[in-house]
């Protein structure tokens, strides 16, 4: 059964940080394109982090130099390490997994970072 289970999310005070983990079941993550995207309240969904199965990373511009995406194939997992939080980072954060045809989603985790 494929599936991505998000863990890491709560409530953090602005300038704190937070760890995001997705752990991918019933599939190799390595071969996917893993990306974080998030959607907070009334707004679209948007992409905060991509990591390529080659190695390439792509930030959104708003979180450049605060966030850093990584994998780990031999668990499976990708993070999302979250520094300098602040309250426009308030969203839900779900973790994708893509590949040609092939598209997974994760439940979400929801951010809150007070100011």
């Known amino acids: 059964q494929v599936q991505l289970v998000e863990s890491g999310g709560g409530l953090v005070q602005a300038g704190g940080s937070l760890r995001l983990s997705c752990v991918a079941s019933?599939?190799?993550?390595?071969?996917?394109?893993m990306t974080w995207y998030r959607q907070a309240p009334g707004k679209e969904r948007e992409l905060v982090a991509r990591?390529?199965?080659?190695?390439?990373?792509n930030y959104a511009d708003s979180v450049k130099g605060r966030f850093t995406i990584s994998r780990d194939n031999t668990k499976n997992t990708v993070t999302l390490q979250m520094n300098s939080l602040n309250p426009e980072d308030t969203a839900v954060y779900s973790c994708?997994?893509?590949?040609?045809?092939?598209?997974?989603w994760g439940q979400g985790t929801q951010v809150t970072v007070s100011s």
């Open positions: 990591s390529t199965s080659v190695g390439v990373r």
């Open positions: 019933g599939f190799t993550l390595s071969r996917y394109v």
């Open positions: 994708n997994a893509h590949r040609q045809t092939e598209d997974y």
